[in-house]
């Protein structure tokens, strides 16, 4: 069951970011995989739908490559609690790793509903290449 958990949460961001980075509108991709009244808590900050889309405008331009690692992960039912690490490359070169602590709730119809999630950067001191999900972005 963990496996199966780890393998949602992997598939679930992986096909998010990819869409979100090729998609002409970027609110019909929040809408396929978030629920309307969705609320995300990211380190005490609240995002709504609205705040979700305009953190993806520099997403959009700056991200040419992650990696989703999925650490652990259960599921019961609409409840979902996970680690992992997304692995970034930005456009001018930079490397970053995030850890995210994510405890989400999905609405019946399998969109996020609510998440909170804490985060941490552990990015290496010296930069390892990452195995890169890519896609060309679509143009601003």
Known sequence: MTRIAEKFVEEFYNSFTS???TAADPAEVVD??????????????????????????PVR???VSWRYEVHEAVREQEQLAARF???????????LSTEVHLFAEFAPDGRLRRA?????????????DVTPQTTEAAPQ
């Open 61 to 63: 331009k700056n991200l």
């Open 32 to 57: 396929r995989y978030y629920a309307a009244e969705a609320v995300q808590i990211a380190d005490g900050i609240e995002i709504d739908r609205d705040k979700l889309i305009a953190h993806l405008r």
């Open 85 to 95: 690490t997304i692995h970034a490359q930005l456009r001018k070169g930079r490397m």
């Open 116 to 128: 909170t999630q804490l985060t941490r950067d552990v990015t290496p001191q010296t930069p390892q």
């Open 19 to 21: 869409e979100v980075l």
